[in-house]
């Protein structure tokens, strides 16, 4: 089976402008997580979805957004990109709300 | 309170040490303790993990001991090898709210060297 898979790996964006990140979770899973890895610190939580509505928001402006597809895939969406979004974004895969999660390879966001 | 602990920051461990990581909490609410490992360029994968009904879990090399009156677990590494050499991750996360988030450590950089 496939684990989770995250799209596109690398990124490279101008301040201001918009990104938008998907990941498909492992096949039967239905939440995905969304985090931001900032260099040399751990995951920060951003979203959880489950069965398509979002679950819960960690500490994180508006210009972040997400949503979860029927097929439970999902998609982060950030907007008016500023230089500290520089990142690497973790989507988070779990059968459940309160079962393991498992990680995809993240995408590594850079804001120029 | 929503605080996860971390030591030591970085650890140098010879071929076939132990390598010992902490992990000290807050919250006598959070009910799930996973250890995450991650190499460079990679997201974290899922090592093993442990609830606060038992004070130990073993897998293979890797164990997790847990103490509840002290809020405080651990990652011992076995026999460590240089293929262990990577950050280290704990967590700990509790349904609150109708969604469950991890709370992670800020990492331990671990190097086995040969």
């Known amino acids: 089976d496939a684990g989770v898979t995250q799209s596109p790996t690398h990124l490279i964006k101008t301040r201001g402008q918009q990104v938008t990140l998907r990941c498909s979770p492992i096949?039967?899973?239905?939440?995905v997580s969304w985090y931001q890895q900032v260099l040399g610190q751990g995951p920060q939580f951003i979203f959880q979805?489950?069965?398509?509505?979002?679950?819960g928001r960690g500490n994180f402006p508006d210009r972040f957004s997400a949503r979860q597809f029927p097929n439970y895939s999902s998609e982060l969406n950030v907007n008016a990109l500023l230089l500290g979004d520089s990142a690497l974004y973790l989507c988070?895969?779990?059968?459940?709300?309160?079962?393991?999660?498992?990680f995809g390879q993240g995408t590594r966001l850079t804001v120029v | 309170q929503q605080q996860v602990k971390q030591s030591p920051q970085s650890l140098i461990v010879q071929k076939g040490g132990i390598s010992i990581i902490n992990c000290a909490y807050e919250?006598?609410?959070?009910?799930?303790f996973p250890w995450y490992q991650q190499f460079p360029g990679k997201g974290p994968a899922l090592l093993i993990a442990?609830?606060?009904?038992?004070s130990e879990k073993k897998e293979g090399r890797f164990t997790i001991s847990f103490n509840k009156s002290a809020k405080q677990f651990s990652l011992h590494i076995m026999d460590s090898q240089p293929g262990d050499s990577a950050t280290y991750f704990c967590?700990?996360?509790?349904?609150?709210?109708?969604?469950?988030?991890?709370?992670f450590g800020a990492g331990t950089r671990l190097a086995v060297h040969p």
């Open positions: 988070a895969s779990s059968w459940g709300v309160n079962t393991e999660a498992f």
């Open positions: 096949s039967g899973h239905k939440s």
């Open positions: 979805y489950y069965e398509k509505e979002e679950r």
């Open positions: 919250n006598t609410a959070f009910d799930y």
């Open positions: 442990i609830r606060p009904d038992v």
């Open positions: 967590a700990a996360s509790m349904l609150s709210g109708g969604y469950n988030k991890l709370i």
